[in-house]
């Protein structure tokens, strides 16, 4: 009952500082630009090919895992750090609540806050969408919305391991910046930068041979939660790594979501709180 009260208590806390309202409004707007966009401006410079629901959701997805990260890390930056500064940790802990129900407490009513910030910005443009396009489709929002929100909530746990880590706001604020900094361009620049080393074009053939690329290169490409998700094998790719299957999806965000909440408490469960 601990969890949830602290849990409770952070939602609440979000509803009345307007914070949920921000990030709705703000993610909102960020996808009606993007279905914009798709079913308008790209549509008139793609007339001879042929698109699909699938294919113009996706886009907007892979756009939208730039926003999602950054939501998810500067609501959880301060989850722990910030109380501790302001002296409001001690007082919670004086009442009937253990170190885990706090660390559990705050990421679930956090992570609430993300969801349903996603979930009602997918749902009010999805209107929109479904009113404006025969492209739209029910199944394919919806598990792209799930997706996201999941993506969300994974950021936030891993900006929670940095609440618990650092002694001040302003450097948990400095590690959330690094953090998605890196997981939104350096990844992707480092993964390119490695590939430009790779000979994949030889006489005669316009893309070039994907073997030439190992299949670890698109695990380490998949191990970053914004890519999790994706097709992260551009091209068919003949190969049995078990690591390059859907499936494997739900193994990394799980890492992704288990590892850092656990440092987290381990780290809280051992500091001392003056």
Same mark, same amino acid.
């Given at each position: 009952?601990?969890?949830?009260?602290?849990?409770?208590?952070?939602?609440?806390?979000?509803?009345?500082?307007?914070?949920?309202?921000?990030?709705?409004?703000?993610?909102?707007?960020?996808?009606?630009?993007?279905?914009?966009?798709?079913?308008?401006?790209?549509?008139?410079?793609?007339?001879?090919?042929?698109?699909?629901?699938?294919?113009?959701?996706?886009?907007?997805?892979?756009?939208?895992?730039?926003?999602?990260?950054?939501?998810?890390?500067?609501?959880?930056?301060?989850?722990?750090?910030?109380?501790?500064?302001?002296?409001?940790?001690?007082?919670?802990?004086?009442?009937?609540?253990?170190?885990?129900?706090?660390?559990?407490?705050?990421?679930?009513?956090?992570?609430?806050?993300?969801?349903?910030?996603?979930?009602?910005?997918?749902?009010?443009?999805?209107?929109?969408?479904?009113?404006?396009?025969?492209?739209?489709?029910?199944?394919?929002?919806?598990?792209?919305?799930?997706?996201?929100?999941?993506?969300?909530?994974?950021?936030?746990?891993?900006?929670?391991?940095?609440?618990?880590?650092?002694?001040?706001?302003?450097?948990?604020?400095? !590690?959330? /910046?690094?953090? =998605?900094? $890196?997981? &939104?361009? #350096?990844?992707?620049?480092? *993964?390119?930068?490695?590939? @430009?080393?790779?000979?994949?074009?030889?006489?005669?053939?316009?893309?070039?041979?994907?073997?030439?690329?190992?299949?670890?290169?698109?695990?380490?490409?998949?191990?970053?939660?914004?890519?999790?998700?994706?097709?992260?094998?551009?091209?068919?790719?003949?190969?049995?790594?078990?690591?390059?299957?859907?499936?494997?999806? !739900?193994? /990394?965000?799980? =890492?992704? $979501?288990? &590892?850092? #909440?656990?440092?987290?408490? *381990?780290?809280?469960?051992? @500091?001392?709180?003056?």
């Amino acid at each position: 009952m601990g969890t949830l009260t602290v849990a409770r208590k952070e939602f609440e806390d979000a509803v009345k500082s307007r914070a949920l309202i921000v990030m709705t409004t703000l993610f909102a707007v960020a996808l009606a630009v993007l279905v914009y966009f798709q079913l308008y401006v790209a549509q008139e410079a793609q007339t001879t090919e042929l698109r699909t629901a699938e294919d113009v959701v996706s886009w907007i997805t892979t756009q939208l895992t730039i926003l999602v990260p950054v939501l998810g890390t500067m609501l959880g930056y301060k989850a722990i750090v910030g109380e501790r500064e302001s002296g409001s940790l001690k007082l919670l802990l004086t009442l009937p609540h253990t170190r885990r129900d706090v660390v559990l407490g705050k990421f679930l009513g956090r992570s609430a806050v993300v969801v349903l910030s996603v979930l009602a910005g997918f749902a009010v443009v999805g209107i929109q969408f479904a009113a404006s396009s025969d492209l739209f489709s029910v199944s394919v929002y919806a598990i792209a919305a799930v997706k996201t929100a999941i993506i969300g909530v994974v950021f936030v746990a891993i900006a929670m391991a940095f609440s618990t880590a650092m002694r001040s706001s302003m450097m948990a604020m400095w !590690g959330a /910046i690094g953090l =998605v900094l $890196l997981f &939104v361009f #350096l990844w992707d620049s480092v *993964l390119v930068l490695f590939e @430009s080393f790779v000979e994949r074009t030889p006489e005669n053939s316009p893309v070039g041979p994907i073997s030439a690329l190992p299949d670890w290169y698109y695990l380490i490409e998949r191990l970053n939660p914004r890519h999790a998700f994706e097709d992260v094998t551009p091209f068919s790719v003949d190969s049995g790594a078990f690591y390059l299957e859907p499936w494997f999806a !739900g193994v /990394i965000l799980g =890492v992704w $979501l288990i &590892v850092p #909440l656990g440092l987290a408490y *381990l780290r809280f469960e051992r @500091s001392d709180l003056s």
